[in-house]
């Protein structure tokens, strides 16, 4: 499992001009079952998607083609975690820790 902070790296203006295109992009993920939650962070200086993916990899290609970042509005930085625990509407994404 793996989160994904973004930091807005433009004025909000910016951010709020991206922002349909964004919210479609997030959709897509949500529709195909990669993204679990996300949100705004507060302060509004970006955002966190909780997200499900067979590898780093996988992750970093997918970020990079969230419309905030080739535009240069917004940078990710990936954080992975095995989530072995983990509330009932989770539980499909439950982990075991490698042997």
């Known amino acids: 499992m793996f989160i994904l902070e973004l930091t807005y790296t433009a004025p909000l203006e910016r951010i709020d001009a991206l922002l349909p295109a964004h919210v479609e992009w997030l959709a897509e993920h949500y529709a195909n079952g990669t993204f679990l939650a996300s949100g705004r962070k507060v302060p ?38 095995v989530a072995t625990t983990t509330g009932p509407a989770l539980a499909p994404h439950r982990e075991t820790l490698p042997a």
């Not at 966190?48 to 930085?77: K, M, N, S």
Request: glycine residues 8%.
């Open 44 to 81: 509004r200086d970006g955002g966190i998607i909780l997200a499900v993916a067979p590898d780093r990899p996988a992750v970093e290609a997918l970020a990079a083609t969230d419309p905030f970042v080739p535009a240069g509005a917004a940078a990710y930085r990936i954080t992975e975690f």
